[in-house]
């Protein structure tokens, strides 16, 4: 079964600090997984897209890392802003002409101040 | 550009009774699509359209109807509400060669008591 598992749940850390978010799949044929950063109140917005041969994908203080061969993939955030405030979804896309993407079910990051 | 816009923001229903949901984008995407989120649960698509007058079935397209009259409008009707029916809705749009990257609106809450 084609499914997206995230971890943790939920978190909470202080401004300033650094968080990993997990994501783990077992999607197949793989096409490529996607970061969406989710505000409370607004629609998903894509962070990054990884393919089968990127490793490593940056966009600002938010770094995230495939690996294609243990079906794992993170989303690391450095130096946490309040704004960070947000669910963060993992979406992996099955290849074909019948592609369909899997959302995962997200996890809730809260930073204080 | 606005995006992908919805209307209405917020709904409450009584049981049995009708709605319809509207989605519009302005960035002339061929492919729309409706998605529902549930608390726990990844976002899971309901219907789908790859152009004008052509709509699919997804992955929870039971009780739900949607057209697609216009390019860039896509609607999502409930003939019938039902509590199972209380969810976010997201409506989202792509390009035809880039179908996996979705713009997302800003959702619709929707209680149905």
């Known amino acids: 079964k084609n499914q997206v598992e995230q971890s943790p749940q939920s978190l909470i850390i202080l401004e300033g600090k650094n968080c990993t978010l997990q994501?783990?799949?077992?999607?197949?044929?793989?096409?490529?997984l996607r970061w969406y950063k989710q505000d409370t109140g607004r629609g998903p917005v894509s962070l990054t897209i990884?393919?089968?041969?990127?490793n490593t994908k940056s966009n600002g203080r938010y770094t995230a890392t495939l690996d294609a061969d243990t079906k794992q993939s993170s989303l690391h955030i450095t130096a946490s802003q309040l704004s960070d405030s947000a669910s963060y979804i993992c979406v992996v896309t099955i290849s074909g002409n019948t592609g369909k993407l899997i959302f995962g079910q997200g996890t809730t990051l809260q930073v204080k101040p | 550009n606005a995006g992908v816009t919805q209307t209405p923001k917020f709904r409450v229903l009584k049981t049995g009774q009708s709605m319809t949901l509207l989605c519009a984008q302005d960035m002339n995407h061929e492919y729309m699509y409706w998605y529902r989120q549930d608390p726990g649960m990844g976002l899971r698509l309901i219907h789908y359209?790859?152009?004008?007058?052509?709509?699919a079935k997804g992955e929870v397209p039971d009780g739900y109807n949607v057209s697609r009259l216009k390019k860039q409008n896509f609607l999502l009707g409930l003939e019938s509400a039902a509590p199972s029916q209380t969810s976010v809705y997201f409506c989202?749009?792509?390009?035809?060669?880039?179908?996996?990257?979705?713009?997302f609106g800003p959702g619709t809450r929707l209680t149905v008591t």
């Open positions: 989202a749009s792509s390009y035809i060669r880039r179908w996996n990257e979705q713009y």
């Open positions: 990884m393919t089968f041969s990127e």
């Open positions: 359209s790859v152009g004008e007058g052509t709509t």
């Open positions: 994501c783990n799949y077992t999607v197949s044929p793989f096409s490529n």
